[in-house]
């Protein structure tokens, strides 16, 4: 016996969702620009090294452009995000020390992976982004 | 009660394409996973297919089941993907007969669960994304392949997961009046609904079914997919709540009822696609696996875990987790649950005196009394990451607007924005596993009655110790310390 399948909604669920791949898609490539996070260096120095959880933690970073020379004037923060999402991220406000170098002042609050992020904007608007890993970070004792 | 009546709700699950209106949400979910997961910052608190996958999906699919049934399985995109490829390539084999039952789905279900805790998937953006496109092309795969809802049945990892869950949800579909099926000749829920090209067709239509040109019966609403027969249908194993039996039924004859959960696993009646649960020996593992399991991935995440691991790997003499988790895996999904239920069976049938069942056959019936345990423990860590982060997608939805347009369109990312303390989940999660501990100690109990009616004291007396050291396990995980390790534990 011969069964053929009713017209249904399938060919307008297919259409929409090839409709939504291809906005998802300019979306995308809407977002693909040269970063200008790439074009500035950060150094990091952190204190204690290693970072420990539960106590305080110190974040120095210093940017510089692909001349070496120091980024002033950032309106930069700083969060502390574990490697598993929805744990509750530690949030700072990154001080201007000047010649480039900012300061903020944490608190790791578990044990584990974690990764710092520097986000905000430098002069001329741009947005950065900067990130370090510390894994492994201990309760102390 | 029936679901199907109430207003709103009962007119919108009555709707033809209600199902496709659910599983149209979440393609497009899933495609922002796929997008934002390989195109997107691959920090995972910072990335929609981590935070997606891990807080909110995870957490809803559990609380769902709880509180309807296995919406998650009604709502699929995969099978809208596998519809659309069965428009161009109509299966025509059907599953071998050696390679039917949960073996397979249970082997799936662990080796996704493994691979979870070995590469830290919780952590990796890009790799989720492959992974929900590898599920997408598995399933179409296998679905354009072999007729039915193959891979739902027997394969698909997440629907084990969900079909065991599911047997403790409120609702179930069944019939209203089994007087009414005993009059039906065509048992549409499970064939599907045809219209025969009658006098009323159109001329040229009728010359074509003459010549055999075309068919002389159109399908207009499938049937039950999984082979569950409404009238002998029982309980919510291997339904996916796809409603095609409620709008293949001429009679309405169908209800989405409410009953009380986990009532079902004491049912001995002959099941319908399944036969009798006493006799199912893969589906009795797929209850421990699923119980077992959610202690091994509770443990995973806790400061002990790591400490075990690493003990483990001096023990062995290993630089590499995978043989670490192997041991760890095996211990706890093998056996533990071996040893603990072979010793309960075997007292049983020396406490119970004159007990008509093996030690195997014991196993087998009790192991079902673990889900309500199990649920508990699985509703406790899911339903903990849910309740920590559920605020998580705001700021990250946010964030993958000014990643993708360069502009706040949505405002700057509240990073804040997060979820409870933990410190306050905590009494919940607590209180659900000891309410899933009370509905295994409840099953066990009920067990025994119907099994060993002359002692069922003495014969559920080991199997309420097995519950009693799972119960006070998992409240001592759930006390220790979390740690989130994301980079490979040996470095």
């Known amino acids: ?141 | 009660m029936d679901v199907l009546r109430l207003p709103l709700l009962g007119s919108f699950l009555r709707w033809r394409h209600s199902r496709q209106a659910l599983q149209l949400v979440l393609l497009i979910v899933a495609s922002a996973v796929v997008v934002h997961g390989l195109f997107g910052p691959q920090l995972a608190p910072r990335n929609l297919a981590t935070v997606l996958t891990s807080i909110h999906w995870r957490g809803l699919l559990i609380v769902s089941v709880l509180a309807a049934g296995n919406l998650f399985c009604t709502g699929c995109p995969m099978i809208l993907v596998r519809d659309a490829g069965r428009r161009l390539y109509h299966p025509a084999l059907r599953w071998p007969r050696r390679l039917r039952g949960k073996w397979l789905g249970i082997a799936l279900m662990v080796l996704v669960l493994f691979a979870y805790e070995l590469f830290d998937l919780w952590s990796l953006p890009r790799a989720t994304a492959w992974l929900v496109i590898g599920y997408f092309g598995l399933a179409l795969v296998v679905d354009v392949v072999f007729s039915g809802a193959t891979f739902c049945k027997h394969l698909c990892p997440i629907g084990q997961f969900n079909f065991t869950a599911s047997t403790m949800a409120p609702t179930e579909l069944r019939v209203v009046d089994v007087a009414t099926c005993r009059s039906c000749r065509t048992a549409d829920c499970i064939k599907g609904r045809f219209v025969d090209r009658g006098p009323e067709s159109r001329p040229g239509d009728r010359r074509l079914v003459e010549r055999g040109l075309q068919p002389a019966r159109t399908l207009v609403q499938r049937g039950c997919e999984l082979g569950l027969f409404l009238p002998v249908k029982v309980g919510n194993i291997d339904c996916t709540m796809c409603l095609d039996c409620v709008h293949a039924c001429p009679r309405d004859n169908i209800a989405l009822a409410t009953r009380v959960p986990g009532a079902e696993l004491l049912e001995t009646r002959r099941r319908s696609g399944i036969g009798r649960l006493a006799q199912r020996t893969d589906i009795a593992a797929l209850a421990l696996v699923f119980t077992f399991a959610s202690l091994v991935s509770a443990f995973a995440m806790t400061t002990p875990g790591y400490a075990v691991e690493q003990h483990l790997a001096e023990m062995i003499g290993v630089h590499s987790e995978a043989p670490v988790l192997l041991v760890l895996f095996a211990f706890g999904l093998l056996v533990a649950p071996l040893v603990l239920l072979g010793s309960a069976g075997l007292i049983t049938r020396g406490l119970a005196g004159g007990v008509p069942f093996t030690a195997r056959e014991l196993i087998v019936r009790y192991a079902f009394a673990m889900i309500p345990f199990g649920f508990g423990v699985w509703l406790a860590h899911y339903g903990f990451h849910l309740l920590t982060g559920i605020l998580t997608v705001v700021p990250v939805l946010q964030s993958a607007v000014i990643d993708a347009f360069g502009h706040a369109m949505l405002g700057e990312p509240a990073w804040r924005w997060v979820g409870m303390q933990p410190g306050s989940v905590f009494p919940i999660q607590l209180g659900l596993v000891v309410l899933g501990a009370a509905g295994s100690f409840g099953l066990v109990h009920a067990t025994s009655l119907r099994d060993h009616p002359s002692a069922p004291a003495r014969a559920s007396m080991p199997w309420l110790a097995i519950v009693a050291i799972l119960t006070t396990t998992a409240l001592w995980i759930l006390a220790q310390p979390m740690e989130m390790r994301a980079v490979g534990f040996f470095g």
């Open chain 1, 1 to 141: 016996m011969h069964v053929r399948v009713a017209p249904r909604a399938h060919s307008r669920v297919l259409r929409a969702a090839l409709i939504l791949t291809c906005a998802a898609s300019a979306a995308w490539m809407a977002g693909c620009r040269s970063d200008p996070s790439d074009q500035i260096t950060a150094e990091w120095m952190l204190d204690p090294s290693p970072p420990v959880a539960g106590g305080a933690l110190v974040a120095r970073v210093a940017l510089r452009d692909n001349a070496q020379r120091p980024v002033v004037g950032g309106k930069l923060h700083l969060e502390g995000q574990m490697s598993h999402p929805g744990m509750t991220p530690v949030l700072s406000d990154l001080i201007e020390r000047g010649n480039g170098n900012y300061e903020a002042h944490l608190k790791l609050t578990m044990a584990g992976d974690w990764v710092l992020v520097l986000t905000g904007e430098i002069p001329g608007g741009a947005r950065i982004t900067k990130q370090i890993e510390l894994p492994g970070v201990r309760t102390a004792g």
